[in-house]
Structure formats: C-alpha cells, structure tokens
C-alpha cells in the first residue's frame, strides 16, 4: 500500500510541477501577442493484471498527457482578414495622401490663378512694360510649378514601388519560413512543448503575411497550412514543404502587376493591395496633370496666335511642351504678349484679345481643370478615410475577441498558481505519510 501511495504521490507532485511552469510560461508571455494560452492534459494511470494482481486495477496515479493550445480558427481568420482590409486601407490612405501633399507643395492652381490676376492688372495699361514683366514672371512660375508637381509625382511612385518591392520580398520570405515551420509540424510530437511552440509560430508568420497581402488559409490534421492568394479560389503559395515566390512587374504607365509562378493575380487586401491602388491613383493624377497644362498651353498660345503685340506683329506661342513634364515658357520678352486683336496698329491700347485669354483661363479652363482635380482628390481621401476608421473598428473588435480567447488573463494564471502548488503540497504530504507508514511497518516486530 505505501509502495503505491510513493508512486501515486511522485506522479501527483510531478504534474502539479508540470502544471506550476506551464502557469509561468502562460505569466511570462501575457504581453506577447503571438503567444495563446497555454494548459496541461492530464490522464489518471491505473494498470491492470501483473504478478500477483490477476486482473485487479493497480492504481499509479496521473502522467501528464499534453500541453493543449488555446485557439479558435474562426477568430484568427477573422483577425487576419480584418489585419489586410486595415493595412490596404492604409497604404492607399498614405498614398493618397502623399499625392495631395505633393500637388499643395508645388502650388499648381495658385500659381495659375496668379498668372491670371497678373494679365488682369494689364488690363489697366496693355503698353506698361513693367506689368508685362510680371505677366511674363507670372508665367515662369506657373511652370515650374508644373515641373515641381511632375516630379513630385514620380517621386512618390518611385517610393511606393519600392515599399511594394520590399513588402514582396517579405512575403517570399514568410512562404518559406512557414514551409519550414510545416516541416517542424509533421515531425513533432502531438501535444509536446514543440508543437504548441511552433502552431504560434505558424500563427505569428500567417499574420505578418495578411499585413502584407491578402491570403486564405486551411490546416491539415497535424497543424501543417496551405495558402493561397486572395481567396479560396487563388493560387497556392505555401503547401506542405514548398514555397512558391511572387513576382512584381512595373508597367509603362508606372502601375504594378504580380504573379505568382508565373500565373497573374491582382492583390485585393494587404498593404500590397493598398499600395498598388495609390500608384493607379497617381497614374490618374499624372493624366489629369498632364491635361492641365496641356489644357494651358493650348488656351495660351491660341489666343496668341490670334492677337496682336504692341508692335502690331502676329503674336507669337507663349509655351511649348505636350503636359506637365515638358510645359516650358519660350516667350522671351513681356512685350510679345499679344494684348491686341490681330491686325490692330501698332501701340494699340485695345485689350480685346487679351480680354479673351482671360476669359478662357478663368471659364472651364486650366484653372477650374486644377481645382477639379484637387478636389477629387480631396474628395477621395476623405472618403478613403471614412472607410479606414470603419475597418479599423472591426479590426480592433476581432482582435479583443481574439487576445480574449486565447490571451493570458494574469487573475486567472495568479489563481492557478496557488491552485498547483497547493496540489505540489498536498502530493508531496502523501509521500511523506507513506514513508511514515512503512517505516511503522518495518518497526512492528
């Protein structure tokens, strides 16, 4: 009986240790977020039969029968889903607005509403060559405004596509990462430190990538994952212990295309996603740019051609260039700006002509093609940014959900921590009253 009570005992007190370091590794990891919670299995050890015992049960105590892993699928689905909607969201937003900040920075449409107020001043006097001067100045500056906006543009692409760049390269380097963590998976043993180690591995890379594009995940029965792009339906990425890489290809228009193997697929979530749907945005705010100025160019130098300088010669163009990259000022002098109508005398004071540039340039000209374009812009971040708090709020909502269910709660593991060592206690007092017990036998003479 007191052989039985050493063993029963030995056993209770080694899992009740057991318990007490998974109570302390679930303590030391209650703030990192990669990290579910963690219990013990135990199992009650009763053996039946053996010399001397015919086919009654031998009761042995506990063993310890597996480290189990808080989680709940539905929950870290969700989370990632939420986590590439939210990152999308963001990247278009900061896309966004990087462009709106270039085009306030150059100062587009100020600058051509002043080149409009500078030809209204010279309607007072069309022969002052001190107000054409300003004209001209005023037209100068209107281009490098466009050269500064251009420019600026393209900066912020050339940014945006190295960001894509290297988020690609993350993602290729998390597909291999986590078909080498399915390796790890297929040969450790079910229930063991390992397995639960590295199922939160599994989850922490499965989440970097979702930041990073969107992705779909299913799980065989030893907790190996398959993923594929976009949706149940998309390529597969990572099966088993193999990793396929995705590729990236800028188009003439500056726009990005992936594939993966070879096979085309458009990203719709992640920051991938987001930053691909700010380069189209830039794309469509290079050609409305570009119509801009060539909406300028075009106005100006008509009216040129159709009026008269102060020394009564046919006017001449004011700017060359096709849109915003090449528009340049190749009027030389303020007297060439052609105030007159064509065919009026020298030192005409007659504005007719300069009365119809303005006209054109304040109607449903460059100025008002400008404060369109702002405006659209405008309107599409504010709206962009609606929808990002929107996500956001889901986003936060999947997570406290998800931290709750498989978070540590400190009162919880405090409780269990006096729980196990009572129970180390108790065992290691039913040690001490079976060696009490045999030694009492023994001295019974």
Known sequence: MSGNLILIGRSGANAARAALETTAQNIAN?????YARRTLAVSEVAATGGIGTGGSAVLSGVRVDRVQRTQSLFLQTEVRRTSSDIARADAELQGLRDVESVLEGAEVYPAITRFEASLSRLRSDPLDSSLRADALEAARTMVQTFGIADHGLAISGDEMRFAAADGLAQVNTLAGELARVNIGLAR???GSVSKVALLDRRDALLTQMAGEIGISTTFDAVGRVTVRLVDAGGPVMVAGDSASAISQTVDADGTLSFALDGTPFFPLAGALAGRAQALERITVVKTELDGVAALLIAQV?????????PTGARGGPMFSGTGAGDIALVMAQGSDIATAPAGSPAFSRDIGNLESLIAALAGDGPAKAADTMLF????????RQITRDALRSIADTASIALAT???????NEAANLLRFQQAFQANGRVIQVAADIFDTLLGVR
């Open 30 to 34: 209650a703030d990192n977020p990669t």
């Open 301 to 309: 130098n008509g009216a040129q051609a159709i009026g008269a300088t």
């Open 188 to 190: 450790a043993q079910d």
């Open 376 to 383: 659209g812009l405008s309107s599409a971040i504010g709206g």
């Open 405 to 411: 269910e498989t978070g540590v709660d400190l009162d």
